[in-house]
């Protein structure tokens, strides 16, 4: 059975960071795509930041407006995926989930860690 665990939201102030984790049990991150979305209430869930591995190479994506800004990153021996966020704007406040998308399988999500900034 897949479970994602986010953890690491909350409240920060304009310009400050957060780091958010997502542990995950019964899938790999280094094997599937992995990534961060966020998603207003009433809103399309919208992709962030991704990471995915081919043979020994990494490749990583971001959404234009978090470039430069958020970091995603993984540990294989911890099987967990983050996301740092710096820079942070009032714009940034959503809930944000870690989600991994086996090929061929729909994608699996945690339960979603909410972020708020304030300005």
């Known amino acids: 059975q897949v479970q994602l665990v986010e953890s690491g939201g909350g409240l920060a102030q304009a310009g400050g960071s957060l780091r958010l984790s997502c ?3 019964g899938i790999f991150f280094s094997e599937n795509f992995a990534g961060w979305y966020r998603q207003a209430a009433g809103k399309k ?3 962030i930041a991704g ?3 081919v043979e020994m190479n990494s490749y990583i994506n ?3 407006y978090v470039q430069g800004r958020f970091t995603i990153s993984r540990d294989n021996e911890k099987n967990a995926l983050y996301l740092q966020m710096t820079s942070l704007l009032p714009e940034d406040t959503d809930v944000y989930y870690c989600g ?3 090929i061929g399988i729909q994608p699996y999500w945690g339960q979603g860690t909410q972020v708020t900034v304030s300005s």
């Open 100 to 102: 991994v998308t086996p």
């Open 45 to 47: 869930r919208e992709w």
């Open 23 to 25: 542990a995950a049990s």
């Open 51 to 53: 990471i995915t591995s």
């Open 62 to 64: 971001y959404a234009n």
